[in-house]
């Protein structure tokens, strides 16, 4: 069972290339989000979805697209790398569950981003 | 708004001893609080959540939380520390206004020590 799986899982670029990162879930979860981690900060929510086709800022969203075509996909883009966003990036879902009963978070095991 | 505070970036422990990692929390309205570890190179693993009812929760290996109203606090303990504890621990508070997203506190880093 794959859960939350994240591509790649390394990449250095330069300042002002794109790429987008992937995050594939197969647990049939409505929520997905995008975080950065960065030393001493904890994670930071970047964009977040709440279902296929609708996605949502969140606390740093500047500098980030993302989209949600398909349910168990949520893409993460960076149209003009900067080194400020230079970090660990992870993705996360999380099944909709009831108001209360809220479900954890599952969570993949990171993208790390150099930006030069 | 709402926020999280770890007052500790690491603490230290002999294996076998009891542990504790502080968490306070600042929310308007309920708090749904969780904890989450990481261990180095991974993602964040769930540990356990406060919904309602019982002050002291439960949750996965040996770890419990109690809930602190009056403090608003959430503090992570376990009776008897081991080396394998050694990792990053989280806490969150449910963010009422990302839908279900987390606000996460800055991390606390456990070293359990033989």
């Known amino acids: 069972n794959a859960g939350v799986t994240q591509t790649p899982k390394f990449r250095v670029l330069k300042t002002g290339q794109s790429m987008t990162l992937l995050c594939a879930q197969d647990?049939?979860?409505?929520?997905m989000y995008w975080y950065r981690q960065d030393p001493g900060m904890g994670l930071r929510l970047i964009h977040y979805?709440?279902?296929?086709?609708?996605?949502a800022k969140g606390e740093v969203p500047d500098g980030y697209n993302v989209s949600r075509l398909k349910k168990q996909n949520f893409l993460l883009g960076l149209e003009s790398a900067a080194p400020s966003q230079t970090s660990v990036y992870f993705c996360?879902?999380?099944?909709?569950?009831?108001?209360?009963?809220?479900?954890?978070?599952?969570f993949g095991d990171g993208t790390r981003l150099s930006i030069l | 708004a709402q926020s999280v505070a770890q007052p500790e970036d690491q603490v230290n422990v002999a294996e076998g001893n009891p542990l504790t990692v502080k968490c306070t929390y600042s929310v308007s309205g309920n708090p749904y609080l969780f904890w989450y570890v990481q261990y180095p190179n991974r993602g964040l693993q769930f540990l356990l959540k406060y919904i309602t009812g019982d002050n002291l929760v439960k949750g996965s290996y040996g770890f419990e939380a109690e809930f602190n109203k009056s403090q608003t606090s959430f503090h992570l303990k376990k009776p008897s520390a081991l080396v394998s504890d050694s990792a990053l621990y989280f806490c969150a508070v449910r963010d009422y206004k990302c839908r279900r997203a987390l606000t996460f506190g800055s991390g606390t880093r456990l070293q359990v020590q033989p």
């Open positions: 979805s709440v279902g296929e086709g609708t996605t």
């Open positions: 996360a879902s999380s099944p909709r569950g009831g108001e209360g009963r809220l479900e954890p978070q599952h």
């Open positions: 647990m049939n979860h409505e929520y």
